[in-house]
């Protein structure tokens, strides 16, 4: 992402208020300090993802800044509530739970946002895979080919 040190400065700043938001809508705002927010230039589909350990407590949230340049400041903000509300299942339930399950769900409404599973950004140009429409309501994953 060639971006200044003030605008990803900016960015991150912006970032951890979604963050900080999605754990305030949930009651977990404890967990602010021990959320880490990474850049991922390995991330050609998927926009983000999120790891939590609980041993000792931590969060882990990756972005794919390619994605991110092409996305809209509302799936920008969805995506980064989606990705704290996965760390925030994980932790108020365990890590054995279905990572978009109803505990997940919950943590979305809870927030105010649907919870949606796949993005709509155009990936052409980003990476050599036709990416057609993702079936949301009855696939497990969008389909690539």
Not at 2 to 29: D, F, P, V
Not at 113 to 132: A, Q, S, T
Request: charged share 20%; glycine share 4%; proline share 4%.
């Amino acid at each position: 992402m060639a971006r200044s040190s003030s605008a990803n400065s900016q960015t991150m700043e912006q970032i951890h208020e979604w963050i900080e938001y999605a754990l305030e809508c949930n009651n977990a705002i404890y967990l602010s300090n021990l959320i880490r927010v990474r850049w991922n230039n390995r991330f050609l589909r998927k926009f983000a993802d999120a790891g939590y350990g609980a041993n000792p407590i931590r969060g882990r949230i990756r972005l794919s800044p390619l994605i991110w340049e092409r996305a809209t400041a509302a799936e920008r903000r969805e995506t980064v509530i989606h990705e704290a509300c996965h760390i925030i299942a994980f932790h108020l339930h365990g890590t054995e739970i279905n990572p978009h399950g109803v505990e997940w769900r919950q943590a979305m409404a809870n927030c105010g946002v649907e919870p949606i599973r796949c993005h709509n950004i155009p990936l052409i140009g980003i990476n050599h895979f036709h990416v057609r429409e993702c079936p949301k309501v009855n696939a497990d994953r969008c389909h690539v080919s």
